[in-house]
């Protein structure tokens, strides 16, 4: 694998008594698609947040192109070049979708300097790739659950990334949509960009997925290709739970 | 000696401050709303006290169910039928709305009371109690004592009844109250009920030791704005403690600063309070 | 969201402008002092809206910045500064203050930012009240212009008007670029807009400097005329009720909105309370229950639907309106 894009070390975040995110080593390399799965409450989103610099890290240092960026704020992460999508969608509701798609643009890239009129014309674009171009008018807070996700990816893209970060883009989803979804992250994929995924349908992360990583409790358990992992016997616990490991030991 | 002193009257002052508060904090915490109407029905529940005493020589004490009951249905009315309608709107907009109805309360007062100040002087009014050369005066103990009782009162209210849980929980998640059955557009009004009655009947208690005109509600207001903040919102014993606090910063403000920069200082604790506890003292995340 | 206005918008602008310009040649005094009240009431609300309109922090500050301003103007003007150099040391000072004040107040949000602005303006109150510069309670004059009322009239008219056009020709501006956006993209979600690359810590100071700068200014001009200053004259909370409400009939995050709220509603409140000069202030609580039940969203919002659906439908849309925000 080539070069690294970023990069984790010993990343820990509490919330009072309660450790999220416990000493998670991480590399995402340029140009993979690297899914993060595990149980409920494994710390997922926590460590998106602390990448994205939402929360703020207890100890450990996380790199991105060899900068370290943990202390750094939202916005100027943002305009390094990490995009991300939030599980709950979080639009401007009151805005229309090219509205949306356009606050990416004008501001999500270092060389933001562009004003109104381009940063239209790149959302457009995105929206054409996404496929809401037909919904530029609409008001966000119009659109269906699946028009919203694609309406996050959109404006997440807009911000020109070089890595995005996505947090359970599927869920709620139907079958047809989700077959859509998969689709349009192997094009952002093919067009140059990273991408890290949270999912919880495993179907999706074997389908896409170049590595795997496995949180639980927020520790990293397991690390590597998805089939590999998925056989893992402390992953297959953690997911299935220790008794029904038990369980199918005795019966053979 | 000047200190036991000052500091016996901080805490009785403290006492009436947190009953002026304790029915903004309610409304606020439960409905979001930053009620501007808080400190017009602390005015009207005094006026109800004052022109009882005056007209008919109901003793100011017995007036305190009645200012209850009237501003009670006057406070449900009002949000039933008024804020009720855009609850769900920008949170400014029932701040404003609130706004034009004070405009409109307020003037009506001036026009019915005129703007003279009244105070309620029943004949024990000068007495006090000295020792030591400590003067505590008879009025203000049994206004700061009634003012506790009713804080502890609505305390219990919240905490042992069925409505009492109502409002807690329509508090926490309004989606799901909604689904368990209850009636928020009822528990609403009632806990804007419950706000005005608490403030006229703090009103009620104001009146005897103190002057009131149509003008002072936006005084007590503020008053309720900075106990609040410094308390931290939606808890009845941030109230309190916010109460205390104002009236200890005010009094001992007057002592070291002169009397004309007690009010200056009260703003100070404000601000102060919200630059490093954004969320009042006593306070909890997650409520703006 | 905002798109720039056409030859014709302009052409229309320029003529009202125009006419406001000629309107004193042929008025009497008293209808030049209404007008000057008006644009002050619009100065007060295009400023709120920078910060309350587009950026949806409820803000009581303007009359802050107001007071400042007008006491400022008095200082200097009595220690012989000239009237124009008084407005821009006063706007730049209130900038440099909404700067200062801001960078704490804005962490804070929903009704504790009202409050914090709140009590940053009754403190201002509080402490001209009690500083000997200011006067004091006692008050503070100022020299009294040189010249006849007809000279004086027009001069404080047009200087409020001034004011008014480069208050208006900056939010013109500040809403057709990124910096509008970003105010906007705040008040819809200020985590997203963080998370599309809004500085919004940097944007929100902007918007509460730029919406404190032109109250400060007005504020100046109302001193010199008014030539005699008390606390609770300038520092009245109700400049900023009538900032926000003027701007919330108009139209919330608009342009226009705080123009045609403040023009429409002072020049009609104004017949309407010369009839009941006593009862001014209840006329305008009514106004302001009114239109928050059946205008919450504005009279810009009510015209578009209008436009949209026809003068009929005008008494559905006002019940629709009513029922959007309820429980």
Known sequence: MSEVLLEGRAVSKRFGGLTAVSAVDFTVYKGEILGLIGPNGAGKTTLLNCITGFDSLNEGEIFFRGT?????????????????????????????????????????????????????????????????????????????????????????????????????????????????????????????????????????????????IVLHHGEKIAEGAPREVTSDEQVIKAYLGEKYVAMMEKLG | MIYIQILINSILLGGIYACIAVGFSLVWGVMNILNILHGTFLMLGGYITFWLFKLYGVDPFLSLPISAIVMFAAGYAIQRGLINKIVRAPMFMSLILTFGLQMIVVRLAIYFFTGDF????????????????????????????????????????????????????????????????????????????????????????????????????????????????????????????GGLILGLVENFGALYLGPGLQNAVGYVVLILVLFIRPTGLLGRKGFE | MFKPWSKIQWFLMGMGVFALILMPSFSENDVIRKWMDILMIAILATSWNFIGGLTGYPSFAPAAFFGLGAYITAILMNAGFNFFLTLAIGSAFGGVIALLLGIPILRLRGHYFAIATFGVAEFFREMADNLRITGGGDGINLPQIIGGPD?????????????????????????????????????????????????????????????????????????????????????????SIKAIVM???????????????????????????????????????????????????????????????????????LRNNIQRFRV
């Not at chain 1, 008001?139 to 309406?151: F, M, N, Y």
């Not at chain 1, 995005?164 to 349009?184: F, K, S, Y």
């Open chain 3, 151 to 239: 000279y004086f009239t027009r001069f404080f008219y047009f200087s409020m008007l001034g004011v008014a056009v480069l208050a208006f020709l900056v939010q013109y501006f500040v809403t057709r670029h990124r910096l509008g956006y970003g105010l906007v993209a705040i008040r819809e979600n200020e985590d997203a807009a963080a998370m599309t690359g809004i500085d919004t810590t940097k944007y929100k100071i902007i918007a509460f400097v730029l919406s404190s700068v032109f109250p400060a200014m007005a504020g100046g001009v109302y001193a010199y005329r008014a030539a005699f200053l008390e606390p609770i004259d300038v520092f009245d909370i109700l400049f």
């Open chain 2, 118 to 241: 009244r105070t309620v002087q029943p004949s024990y009014a000068s007495f006090s109690i000295s020792f030591y050369g400590l003067i505590i005066p008879f009025i203000r103990v049994a206004i700061f004592s009634l003012g506790v009782i009713l804080t502890g009162l609505l305390f219990w209210f919240m905490a042992k009844t069925r409505t009492g849980r109502a409002i807690r929980a329509t508090r926490m998640d309004l989606d799901s109250a909604q689904l368990m059955g209850v009636n928020i557009g009822n528990i609403y009004a009632i806990t804007y009920g419950l706000g005005a009655a608490v403030a006229a009947t703090a009103g009620s208690l104001v009146s005897v030791g103190f002057a009131i005109s149509p003008v002072s509600d936006l005084e007590f207001l503020s008053k309720a704005f900075i106990i609040c903040t410094i308390g931290g919102l939606g808890n009845i014993s941030g109230a309190l403690a």
């Open chain 1, 68 to 212: 370290r960026i943990e202390s750094l704020k939202p916005h100027v992460i943002t305009r390094m070049g990490i995009a991300r999508t939030f599980q709950i969608v979080q639009p401007f509701p009151n805005l229309t979708v090219l509205d949306n798609v356009t606050m990416g643009a004008l501001f999500g890239s270092l060389d933001a300097r562009k004003e109104v009129k381009r940063a239209h014309a790149v959302a457009e674009e995105k929206l054409e790739m996404v496929g809401l171009i037909n919904k530029a008018d609409s008001l966000a807070s119009q659109l269906t659950l699946a028009e919203r996700k694609r309406l996050e990816f959109a404006k997440s893209l807009a911000t020109d990334p070089e890595i995005i970060l996505l947090d359970e883009v599927n869920a709620g989803l139907n079958q047809a949509e989700i077959l859509n979804a998969i689709a349009l992250i192997r094009k952002v994929r093919d067009q140059g960009v990273t991408v890290l995924i949270i999912e919880h349908l495993m179907k999706v992360i074997m389908d896409l997925s170049d590595r795997v």
């Open chain 3, 247 to 317: 701007t919330m009939l108009g139209g919330v995050g608009t342009v226009m909105g705080p123009l045609v709220g403040s023009f429409l509603m002072e020049y009609l409140a104004d017949y309407l309370w010369s009839a009941f000069t006593e009862f001014h202030s209840m006329l305008l609580g009514i106004i302001i229950v009114l239109s928050v039940l059946f205008l919450p969203r504005g009279l810009m919002h009510l015209f578009q639907e209008l436009r949209l659906k026809g003068w009929r439908s005008l008494g559905a849309i």
